[in-house]
């Protein structure tokens, strides 16, 4: 069986932000590679970037994945604000629920509370404090 997997790219803060996951979700990261894990003669990772995160992966549930990692300078800025695509956790109880919402927004922007969705689930949509879009979503019918 096919599974999905989000993978995020940041702008070099990818290991503060799955600290923060890793707070709200637990679990523990199941790998963390840094640049310099990689230099070799081709591939020589700048100084300020050796100990940026190439490949970090947090478990999230019975078999998903988390993953995330930094984009070198050299390859340009990524804006996770403009994004616009969702992560959606769909979790076993309202409360839950209620308790990733509110772990996973604080400090950044919620679009929707926490309530009564139109497609029939109990759901709520933010933007988190490093700007990468989240439903949280509880539905009976699952």
Request: hydrophobic letters at 40%; charged letters at 25%; proline letters at 4%.
């Amino acid at each position: 069986m096919a599974t999905t997997n989000p993978w995020i790219n940041f702008n070099g803060n990818a290991e503060e932000a799955f600290t923060f996951y890793k707070s709200v979700f637990g679990g523990e990261f199941t790998k963390i590679i840094r640049f310099k894990d990689l230099a070799s003669a081709e591939f020589k990772p700048s100084e300020n970037e050796e100990n940026k995160i190439m490949y970090i992966a947090l478990p999230i549930g019975k078999s998903n994945l988390l993953i995330a990692n930094d984009v070198p300078a050299v390859m340009g800025r990524v804006n996770e604000r403009e994004n616009r695509s969702k992560i959606l956790v769909s979790t076993d109880s309202k409360e839950e629920a209620d308790r990733l919402f509110a772990g996973l927004s604080a400090g950044g922007e919620v679009e929707g509370p926490m309530g009564d969705s139109p497609w029939g689930s109990y759901a709520g949509m933010f933007r988190d404090k490093y700007g990468i879009e989240w439903i949280i979503e509880f539905s009976s019918n699952t």
